[in-house]
């Protein structure tokens, strides 16, 4: 039945390989479901939060994953907006970890509201006069567009395809997916951009604190720019990682170095954004707010000058660079390092405006309050890890995700090795017959030539 399920063409492990493999993830899986068992049957207070600290490692882990799943929207718009066709051969991926980021994010806030009951008056009783009113929206709306742009890959199972209803469907579901991937960007510009318009608008902490354009600070315009950027090349790197698991090549070296390339376009303009934000907000913002630079990287024990450093020069240029020079970029190496160190740029970039902005003392008598989370708290950030090893192992297994996997790796015929010669030559002047039967008019097969 397993083998039945799996795509024509293709290898994969054995199914018990394929079952220890899934109980693993599972007992971490397990671990990460007790703790969020406990944060809502307990309450809040099996975190390390309080009053300095009402967003924490939940909202820092909700906010990274959203950006690295930005891989889905930009690649779609890239697609069928752009018609980058190469894309074609990699979408399918970046849907799938977009889908798996954006339930992860879903399923952080059901454990952050503590009464996942009342999630409904998000809806109901919303607060329009909220940023995160429009993030709770558009992220809900976002992830149905990124079911919809998943369930083709379902349809498309190796058993399914053979139903002509569910063919034809799947077929004609791939002919409108450009209405799907335009509304998935309008949605995913809004969402980013208002979750980092929330730090832009705290009058009271000038570490996070931006000027407007218009109703927007510049946060809103840097969270959805840098998304798009360093979203692929999270991509990317689970793509490195499937594939070294995997033991195949699943995705041709040109489709890789082109989204390589576009990220790494993506990323410099970005940082040169990012860096002329920053040198307006330490010159102009602080200033006017009484405070100096030196107040937010000093006098305490975790943030100093290195992780701007880190974030801006180490994970935001260098990468950006590494990823527009031919030489860097055409090489495995040097790109999977780019890839990482933007991974970790944008993680720490949304770790800074969650964790960061809390921590910085803001009257003249307070001090750096640090934050250590508890057990619980990383457990249940552990679990949507977990939760993606899984999806991600089925999915690969059942469904055709990578389009150029069969052609990069064939496979080979088996022989018989107890067959005698003589029913070898029968065996291959069988094939030679079968070849010249089939063979198109006025083309040789082997046994001619």
């Keep these: 039945m397993d083998s039945a399920l799996i795509p024509v063409g293709v290898q994969r492990c054995s199914f018990g390989k394929f079952l220890l493999g899934l109980a693993i993830a599972g007992a971490v899986l397990a671990w990460g479901v007790y703790a969020m068992l406990l944060c809502w049957i307990k309450g809040l207070n099996q975190t390390n939060m309080n009053d300095y600290y009402g967003f924490a490692l939940w909202i820092w882990a909700d906010l990274a994953v959203i950006a690295l799943g930005g891989g889905a929207f930009f690649s779609g718009l890239l697609k069928y907006i752009f018609g980058k066709d190469e894309l074609k051969n990699i979408i399918n991926y970046a849907v799938l970890i977009g889908f798996i980021c954006y339930s992860s994010a879903l399923l952080i806030l059901a454990i952050d509201v503590g009464q996942p009951m009342r999630s409904w008056f998000i809806f109901w ?33 190796r058993r399914l395809d053979k139903i002509p209803f569910i063919h034809n469907l799947s077929h004609n579901m791939h002919h409108i997916m450009a209405i799907f991937a335009a509304t998935g960007a309008f949605l995913s510009f809004f969402h980013q951009g208002s979750l ?52 195949k090549q699943l995705v041709k070296e040109n489709v890789k170095q082109l989204f390589a390339k576009i990220s790494g376009w993506m990323i410099t303009t970005y940082i040169v954004a990012k860096i002329i934000d920053t040198i307006y907000w330490a010159a102009v913002s602080v200033p006017e707010a009484g405070q100096s630079v030196s ?43 780019a890839i990482i160190l933007g991974v970790i740029g944008v993680s720490l970039n949304r770790w800074v405006m969650v964790l960061q902005v ?92």
Excluded at 215 to 220: I, K, L, R
């Design 295 to 337: 107040q937010f990287y000093s006098n305490n024990g975790f943030y100093g000058f290195w992780i701007l450093i880190l974030e801006v020069v180490i994970c935001g240029v260098i990468p950006g660079l590494m990823l527009i020079i031919p030489k860097f970029r055409n090489n495995p190496t040097t790109r999977l390092i």
């Design 125 to 157: 009783h919303a607060n329009v006069h909220s940023m995160l009113t429009e993030v709770a929206f558009c992220l809900s709306c976002y992830f149905a567009v990124l079911t919809i742009e998943y369930v083709p890959l379902i349809l498309e199972n």
């Design 358 to 449: 809390m921590a910085v003392p803001i009257l003249p008598f307070d001090t750096w309050a640090l934050y250590y989370p508890s057990w619980q708290e990383v457990a249940t950030t552990i679990l949507p890890v977990a939760y993606g090893v899984i999806f991600i192992m089925i999915s690969y297994r059942y469904l055709p995700i990578f389009p150029q996997e069969a052609e990069l790796n064939p496979i080979e015929p088996e022989v018989d090795e107890a067959a005698t010669p003589a029913e070898a030559e029968a065996d291959e002047t069988a094939s030679d017959d079968a070849e010249e039967e089939t063979a198109p008019a006025g083309d040789m097969t082997p046994t001619q030539a």
């Design 196 to 247: 980092g318009g929330v730090a832009g608008v705290l009058y009271g902490r000038p570490f996070a604190f931006r000027e407007h354009i218009l109703v927007w600070p510049y946060t809103f315009f840097l969270f959805t720019w840098s998304a798009a950027a360093f979203g692929p090349c999270f991509t990317l790197l689970i793509t490195w990682i499937t594939e070294k698991a995997s033991g």
